[in-house]
């Protein structure tokens, strides 16, 4: 790593965002000034995303960096919220799956994609959740993109929270010109955007959009009370529940069974990526006519091959774990080490963001002091995600860590160690550059590049 004192503003400025809508002919030529930004930050160790697992993501995890250097960490940046991609269950049943039916579905759903494992999948999600029809996806992503694109229209309106997830946002834009945003979590944003779409159309379809827990903020809307504004307005409820169906609630049913309102969502879209070991996602409605109907008119279902028979066989025996007293108790134990990381993060002095969930977003401040940490947490130890602008508004960098059912108290205290240490050292790494820790940061440094 090359001394602070060395490192141009450039690698401390700019986001993402500077180099979305470059303007030149040549297509493939628009790369090149953000990878010139990029690289820059990379070579000198600013650059923390694309590292590789070299190990299982596991509670403790050795991890190779985008620049080839290998570090081994506690492991706080993988979602594996109930520790089962290694759990010896789930690897036997990977293991039977590959010896019975080879590794591949060979066809998208339509076309002899679905397998004896991904059926079984179906009715035991079937029975889990309230015997509403599954569909699945290849990726929670495509599960998202394609529960709006699949049932919405040019001539419709779909309203969602400004912070719902890409593969939402995106599925809106491919599906009307029409996608309106509400402030985060804001019922009476959502009321008054619907009464103005409908005094201006009262026959067009509208989807409403959120979540039943915020990857970025671990935050929870109010879920009666979007409802009951869909409900006023006549709009169609959808709601994302990737990151606390399986790990959330008593049941490990989620954040709207624990409320008592899974019926609530009209629409309900789920991944296995985060408490099931697996990529895959489903969408689930309450009838048989609009599961068929998403078969034949979502396009990641009609057009993109099945699960494999694998990933099916580890999500439906990750899911017979949800649903027993196993479940029970990982769920358990999660919910004990989410407590004890806000608590650990508070005594830092740092601040722990939203209500506890395995997503633990811990506010650091200015884009410039987040980078200068992440720079330092692997040498001390920890593994942690930094979430920066646009991902999140600006000067809000924090680090997003993800909670397993397997730490133990010595992880996350270890964890909290590093943490503590490359915060301190960050900072004085800023003040050596002469920078404030609130530095926004953002979008001023594009003019010292030299994008050829
Ligand atoms: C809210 C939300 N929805 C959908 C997805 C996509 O799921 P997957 O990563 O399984 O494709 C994610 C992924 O991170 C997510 O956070």
């Not at 494999?308 to 899911?319: I, M």
Request: a negative charge; aromatic letters at 6%.
């Amino acid at each position: 790593m090359k001394p602070e004192e060395e490192l141009p503003f450039a690698t401390l400025t700019g986001s993402l965002k500077d180099f979305r809508a470059p303007a030149d002919r040549e297509l493939l030529r628009r790369a090149e000034g953000f990878f010139a930004w990029q690289d820059r930050r990379r070579q000198h160790g600013l650059w923390p995303y694309a590292r590789s697992t070299e190990s299982a993501p596991s509670t403790s995890c050795q991890v190779r960096n985008d620049d080839g250097q290998i570090f081994q960490g506690t492991n706080f940046a993988s979602q594996d919220y109930l520790s089962l991609s290694s759990h010896p269950r789930i690897k036997e049943a990977a293991i039977a799956a590959v010896e019975r039916y080879g590794v591949h579905s060979a066809g998208s759903a339509a076309l002899l994609g679905n397998t004896a494992n991904s059926l079984a999948l179906e009715r035991a999600l079937s029975q889990f959740l309230d015997d509403r029809e599954i569909v699945l996806y290849p990726t929670g992503w495509s599960a998202g993109f394609a529960a709006v694109q699949g049932f919405v229209r040019s001539h419709d309106h779909v309203v969602m929270d400004v912070l719902a997830h890409s593969c939402l946002q995106e599925g809106a834009r491919a599906a009307t010109g029409s996608v309106h945003h509400f402030a985060h979590l804001s019922t009476d944003a959502l009321r008054r955007r619907l009464q103005r779409i409908r005094e201006k159309d009262a026959r067009g379809g509208i989807l409403v959009v959120t979540e039943s827990l915020f990857s970025m903020h671990s935050d929870v809307p109010d879920f009666a009370a979007v409802r009951a504004a869909c409900d006023d307005h006549g709009a169609t409820l959808l709601i994302d529940c990737a990151h606390d169906f399986g790990c959330m609630g008593p049941d490990g049913r989620g954040n709207l069974a624990a409320a008592g309102l899974l019926d609530a969502a009209d629409i309900l879209i789920g991944s296995f990526s985060k408490s099931f070991a697996s990529n895959g996602g489903f969408i689930a409605v309450k009838s048989r006519a609009g599961a068929e109907y998403l078969k034949y008119y979502s396009a990641t279902q009609t057009f993109s091959n099945a699960l494999s028979p694998a990933q099916a066989a580890v999500v439906l025996t990750a899911l017979d774990i949800v649903r027993s007293d196993e479940g029970t108790i990982l769920r358990n134990r999660l919910m004990a080490n989410i407590l004890h990381l806000r608590h650990a993060v508070e005594r830092t002095g740092l601040h722990a963001l939203g209500s506890p969930s395995p997503i633990v977003p811990v506010f650091v401040g200015g884009e410039a002091l987040g980078r200068l940490i992440a720079r330092r947490l692997p040498g001390s130890g920890g593994l942690a995600n930094l979430v920066e602008y646009p991902a999140v508004p600006k000067s809000e960098s924090r680090f997003r860590f993800q909670v397993m059912a397997g730490h133990t108290a010595d992880d996350v205290e270890r964890m909290i160690a590093a943490l503590d240490e490359a915060v301190k050292a960050g900072r004085a790494d800023l003040e050596r550059l002469g920078l404030s820790a609130a530095a926004p940061a953002v979008g001023t440094g594009a003019e010292e590049l030299d994008p050829a």
